[in-house]
Antibody, heavy 117, light 104 residues
Framework: HVQLQESGPGLVKPSETLSLTCTVS????????WTWIRQPPGKTLEWIGF???????NYNPSLKSRVTMSLDTSKNQFSLKLSSVTAADTALYYC???????????WGQGVLVTVSS | QSALTQPPSASGSPGQSVTISCTGI????VSWYQQHPGKAPQLMIY???KRPSGVPDRFSGSKSGNTASLTVSGLQADDDADYYC?????????FGTGTKVTVL
């Protein structure tokens, strides 16, 4: 039974770095692509990017200059860092597994991150 | 890259069918997600028309040209939710604007 769980601060100050971790259970992180997706309140979903255990990453061009993703295979976790945040980065952040071409099979429950001073 | 275009709302009575469109598709890969309030999205359709294990066959997908469609047949109360399409667009994935399906 595959489960994903996001963790991290729910409040980040403007201009600081948002840091989230996704803990995966039930499957090795050496499988699949591991993805971050966010959803501002009342809005649609936005793909942030993915990381593969090989180290390959692919980020949304609109966020690429501020995004870094990493993997920790020993903990079966992957992480997201988003720098220089503004109020526009306030959203529910989800981690998910991608099996193939937009097939996001498993999702975490999501964590709300608010950017405010 | 702008979001794919979906109608904001659709509705039907229990037992009826509802079809949601998603325009602006430029790939042969389309997936659909159902999201209940306060919950994470759930994959309902992938690769245009394939259903993951556990998804009822009341959910079906198709694509013609740059428009994909999701049909929910035999509407049930639990189908009352938001639905989002998703497709690759160049080097990224784009989601649709979302459709609120109301079961009357």
């Amino acid at each position: 039974h595959v489960q994903l769980q996001e963790s991290g601060p729910g409040l980040v100050k403007p201009s600081e770095t948002l840091s989230l971790t996704c803990t995966v259970s039930g499957v090795s992180i050496s499988s699949y692509y591991w993805t971050w997706i966010r959803q501002p309140p009342g809005k649609t979903l936005e793909w942030i990017g993915f990381i593969h255990y090989s180290g390959t990453t692919n980020y949304n061009p609109s966020l690429k200059s501020r995004v870094t993703m990493s993997l920790d295979t020993s903990k079966n976790q992957f992480s997201l860092k988003l720098s220089s945040v503004t109020a526009a980065d306030t959203a529910l952040y989800y981690c998910a597994s991608e099996h193939n071409y937009g097939q996001f099979d498993y999702w975490g429950q999501g964590v709300l991150v608010t950017v405010s001073s | 890259q702008s979001a794919l275009t979906q109608p904001p709302s659709a509705s039907g009575s229990p037992g009826q069918s509802v079809t949601i469109s998603c325009t602006g598709i430029s790939s042969d890969y389309v997936s659909w997600y159902q999201q209940h309030p306060g919950k994470a999205p759930q994959l309902m359709i992938y690769e245009v028309s394939k259903r993951p294990s556990g998804v009822p066959d009341r959910f079906s997908g198709s694509k013609s040209g740059n428009t994909a469609s999701l049909t929910v047949s035999g509407l049930q109360a639990d189908d009352d939710a938001d639905y989002y399409c998703c497709s690759p667009a160049g080097s990224l994935y784009v989601f649709g604007t979302g459709t609120k399906v109301t079961v009357l």
